[in-house]
């Protein structure tokens, strides 16, 4: 089936660690977001890709770094520099950057770093 | 950011119909107005999407208001699996954005 992939689903780390969080999918798509939620709220955008080899940040780049190798992939690191990393990562991607083209998510992952 | 507004939780019964509003009054002429639901411990998912004119798609149906400073997204007849939180987005364009407030809650009473 074609999908997002998003691992693990739950991940436990302690301060002071970098963490790197998995996004795979195969649906062809040029274009892979990262998004952060805390309890409550809205999600916000981390950092988006629209090609291999290119990403641009978002509204909440600090502390986080991403990688664009494969169509396929997005890997998003947490890294010790990211003073509240506990919270819900969503990955997404959509077919092209055009306003009208869905956006489709995965499962997410949920990290809690103490 | 255009920015939209939302009730926080709305209920319903289910089989009814349900209608949540979104205000978005200072929309631009080139922003769509989107519609993502998220059920619990889940990613977002597409609901709706339109410009200028009402759409309909086998999940929900969009009412856009003439004047497009509000929307509203219908679903005809609600089930227990429509219990999620709705968010009403306005993608502007040139923008990558998909900008998330904090969404309608819906609670579908059996």
């Known amino acids: 089936d074609g999908g997002i992939t998003q691992s693990p689903k739950y991940l436990f780390r302690k301060e002071g660690q970098n963490v790197t969080l998995s996004c795979e999918q195969n649906?062809?798509?040029?274009?892979m977001y990262w998004y952060r939620q805390d309890p409550g709220q809205g999600l916000r955008l981390i950092y988006y890709?629209?090609?291999?080899?290119?990403?641009q940040k978002g509204d909440i780049a600090e502390g986080y770094s991403v990688s664009r190798e494969k169509k396929e992939s997005f890997p998003l690191t947490v890294t010790s520099a990211q003073k509240n990393p506990t919270a819900f990562y969503l990955c997404?991607?959509?077919?092209?950057?055009?306003?009208?083209?869905?956006?489709?998510f995965g499962p997410g992952t949920r990290l809690t770093v103490t | 950011d255009a920015k939209t507004t939302q009730p926080n939780s709305m209920e319903s019964n289910e089989e009814e119909p349900v209608h949540l509003p979104c205000n978005h009054s200072?929309?631009?002429?080139?922003?769509?107005i989107h519609w993502y639901r998220q059920l619990p411990s889940q990613g977002p998912e597409y609901v709706i999407h339109?410009?200028?004119s009402n759409v309909n798609n086998r999940m929900a149906s969009l009412a856009i208001a003439e004047d497009r400073k509000s929307s509203t997204l219908i679903l005809h007849r609600a089930t227990l699996r429509d219990a999620a939180v709705y968010y009403c987005?306005?993608?502007?364009?040139?923008?990558?954005?998909?900008?998330f407030g904090k969404g309608t809650k819906l609670t579908v009473n059996p």
């Open positions: 200072t929309i631009s002429g080139t922003d769509y």
């Open positions: 649906l062809n798509h040029d274009a």
């Open positions: 890709s629209q090609i291999v080899n290119d990403f």
């Open positions: 987005i306005l993608r502007r364009g040139g923008s990558e954005k998909l900008v």
């Open positions: 339109g410009l200028t």
């Open positions: 997404a991607s959509s077919k092209t950057r055009q306003l009208t083209y869905e956006q489709y």
